[in-house]
């Protein structure tokens, strides 16, 4: 099943460093059968975009709970998604459409690629980040806030390319 890991670039560079990564409470996103029913149109491609927006709404999450003095070992503050092939995903329709458990942690040999923001979504990133429990609270402002930074589209790389990205950091 192809799932999508909400990570941040501390997270990438655990996985670069011991070749695998146990996602925060075993959450990832897919292609479930529950959000295929949820959306009255959409291919597979579309759907699949779905689960990656949730995924890089749950990094900003993750990043909102980070002591941002010394968030991320000096790497900046970006969203980041992990896609990967994996076998067993239990889907939590309890939680959301889209939310699967994994069963353990994710192999560097099962990942296919990584998105990750550019330094343009950074102030973006940064705001929502402060915003992001208000807007989950339902707060207009903030809503708009965390959309922002959701507006800005995340950049794709290949498995083989993460060193590199995390060196040019």
């Not at 670069?16 to 479930?32: H, M, Q, Y």
């Not at 973006?124 to 589209?153: K, M, N, P, R, Y």
Request: glycine share 8%; hydrophobic share 55%.
């Amino acid at each position: 099943m192809r799932v999508y890991v909400p990570a941040t670039l501390a997270m990438l560079a655990q996985l670069v460093a011991d070749g695998s990564l146990r996602p925060v409470s075993g959450t990832a996103f897919a292609v479930t059968p529950a959000l295929r029913e949820s959306y009255a149109h959409g291919d597979d491609d579309e759907l699949a975009e779905v689960a990656l927006g949730e995924a890089a709404l749950a990094s900003l999450r993750l990043l909102g709970g980070l002591d941002l003095e010394s968030a991320g070992q000096g790497l900046p503050l970006r969203r980041a998604v992990l896609v990967a092939e994996v076998a067993e995903a239990t889907a939590r329709p309890d939680l959301d459409a889209g939310v699967v458990r994994l069963a353990g942690p994710v192999a560097m040999a099962d990942v296919v690629a990584a998105y990750v923001d550019t330094a343009a979504a950074e102030p973006a990133v940064l705001a929502a980040v402060g915003a992001i429990d208000a807007a989950d609270l339902g707060d207009e402002d903030a809503e708009l806030t965390v959309g922002d930074a959701q507006d800005h589209d995340l950049a794709w790389y290949a498995t083989q390319e993460l060193p590199f990205l995390l060196d040019l950091l």
